[in-house]
């Protein structure tokens, strides 16, 4: 039987380009994201290029009761091989004196509190398997915090640091816990944070060439391929003119 993998956030950006690498390496999935219409595109195109079996779930993983409910609906003779917690966003980029707690509110309960629910749920079927990888989708911003983005960053530190916790809570259980910490990546983040504002998302790229999704699916790919007793704990992919959270050459 194929390993399964399951992926949040997965109707666009890292988590779409991250479900079309891992049915390329004949994993089943498991998809979950908010918008049905383009899950399920996706999935009809995975099942039908690759052989593949995909499962997709819609709910907001900043809703405990949908995490337990959908999450449940998964076949429990199916071990889940690979968690991938992608599911995250940044919104609004403003001083602290200023910020909207309605962004901050969201930033937390999906980036936090929603990789908590989800990874609660499933860490226990690998518990009891005594195997599974868990992949966790941090940010160069969860160790290089930057004006402007108070509330993003502590959110991505706060990954980081339980993504460290969490490979001490699961190694007695045979379970592998890695961090991905992309730089300036071009997806719908910078649409997403400004508010479906795309004029000032692309002045974020401008003058760089960044990483892509598929970039970043092609490290976790590599990440989950190790052999069983290799763990990656932490990657840090940045574009080559980003040197580090506050310097970047535009050109």
């Known amino acids: 039987m194929a390993k399964l993998a399951l992926i949040t956030g997965a109707s666009s950006g890292i988590g779409e380009a991250t479900a079309r690498k891992l049915a390329a390496l004949g994993y089943d999935l498991v998809l979950t994201a908010r918008r049905a219409d383009r899950l399920e595109r996706l999935a009809e195109e995975l099942r039908t290029a690759h ?3 995909v499962q997709t779930l819609i709910f907001d993983v900043r809703d405990e009761a949908a995490c337990e409910e959908y999450l449940a609906q998964i076949p429990a003779d199916r071990t889940i091989d690979v968690l991938v917690n992608n599911a995250g966003l940044a919104a609004g980029l403003e001083h602290i004196d200023v910020g909207s707690t ?3 509110n969201a930033m937390i309960d999906t980036n936090i509190k929603g990789l908590l629910y989800v990874t609660r749920i499933v860490s226990r079927r ?4 005594q195997r599974g990888h868990i992949v966790n989708l941090g940010s160069i911003a969860g160790t290089q915090p930057y004006e402007n983005g108070a509330v993003y960053c502590a959110s991505k530190h706060a990954v980081h640091a339980i993504s460290q916790s969490m490979r001490s809570d699961l190694v007695a259980h045979g379970i592998k816990v890695s961090e991905v910490r992309p730089g300036m990546v071009e997806t719908e983040f910078s649409v997403v944070r400004f508010h ?5 998302a692309k002045g974020v790229y401008k003058g760089v060439t960044p990483l892509t999704g598929s970039d970043i699916a092609e490290v976790i790919g590599w990440i989950v391929s190790q052999p ?8 840090l992919i ?10 970047t050459v535009r050109k």
């Open 51 to 53: 052989n593949v079996e």
């Open 102 to 104: 309605e962004d901050w």
């Open 126 to 129: 690998m518990v009891a398997a």
């Open 196 to 200: 479906g504002d795309e004029e000032r």
């Open 228 to 235: 069983a007793h290799v763990n990656i704990d932490d990657v």
């Open 238 to 247: 940045t574009p080559q003119q980003q040197a580090n959270a506050y310097l």
